[in-house]
């Protein structure tokens, strides 16, 4: 194990959870930052990025016309403490901005919508287009939640989750499994994230939006709290259930080659917030990133 793998095993053992890491540079020059990089790992949200290509191909394809108006009702869609699930009454936007929703705030009702749009063969076309050799995508957010209320045999994603997040159980579920749920690499995540900063996921113009819509993400406290720069550029996608926590980012520094990193945990604690693993998550994408940057 080199240093560089040392400290990173090192900060996620204090904070209690393991780590995989994957860090390198977009024109694929320099070195890399691997821990255990090729392991499947649980996406959680992090599938949305996947779904976000998938979306701006069929925008480019005719198949969604990304300013067409949709309407969406709450009561009828993925529960979810953010964007379209946590509002009260219909809301009607256009599909580029349900994208954008999913994105910025990891809406699971834009998520859901956008899944039913395009379909699932849609995110297998991507992940052959992209070589993700080990990436499968099962469902959307409300896949995952039908599996975890099965599993836990509660009347609902809300409850189940409660009763997950409570230490004085001892109840696991399928969805937290990468054998048996939605899961990637962090390699494939980094490949995501190449390709749309090399423009070659969608056409030029979408590679923009997608660029433009990842970096609006509002949530600080994972890779952004590594690198709280006000010149640095962090767009990424975070994933989190259970004891998952994840971002996968390209981090831009002025001047510089950015840099993809992607960073997935999973805790010893199902706690609904774990700070400690959130802190560990930019430490650790700080470190990695650091190392890439100082290579030839």
Request: glycine fraction near 8%; charged fraction near 20%.
């Amino acid at each position: 194990m080199n240093p560089i793998e040392e400290q990173l095993h090192a900060v996620f053992a204090d904070a209690g959870c393991r780590g995989w890491v994957r860090a390198e540079r977009i024109d694929g020059a320099g070195s890399i930052v691997d821990l255990e990089g090729d392991d499947p790992v649980v996406a959680a949200s992090v599938w949305k990025l996947v779904l976000l290509v998938a979306t701006a191909r069929a925008f480019d394809e005719g198949d969604l016309t990304a300013m067409d108006p949709v309407r969406l009702v709450p009561s009828q869609c993925s529960p979810g403490p953010t964007g379209i699930s946590s509002c009260s009454d219909p809301v009607t936007m256009s599909w580029r901005d349900v994208a954008r929703s999913m994105i910025t705030v990891s809406d699971n009702a834009a998520a859901d919508a956008l899944l039913g749009a395009v379909g699932l063969d849609a995110i297998a076309d991507v992940i052959d287009f992209l070589g993700l050799e080990n990436t499968r995508i099962v469902g959307g957010t409300k896949t995952l939640g039908a599996q975890i209320v099965r599993d836990t045999g509660r009347l609902s994603a809300d409850e189940a989750l409660g009763l997950l997040a409570s230490n004085y159980t001892v109840i696991d579920s399928a969805g937290f499994d990468p054998a048996y749920t939605s899961s990637t690499t962090p390699r494939d995540s980094n490949t995501v994230l190449r390709a749309i900063w090399l423009g070659t996921a969608a056409s030029p113009e979408q590679c923009d939006y997608m660029k433009r819509v990842l970096s609006q993400q509002v949530w600080p406290h994972r890779i952004r709290s590594g690198l709280p720069f006000p010149d640095v550029q962090v767009a990424g996608k975070t994933g989190t259930i259970g004891p998952i926590r994840n971002e996968v980012a390209v981090v831009s520094f002025p001047g510089e080659h950015p840099v993809a990193v992607s960073v997935f945990t999973r805790a010893a604690r199902m706690d609904l917030f774990l700070p400690l693993v959130d802190r560990a998550i930019g430490t650790a994408a700080r470190i990695a990133v650091t190392a890439v940057r100082r290579s030839p």
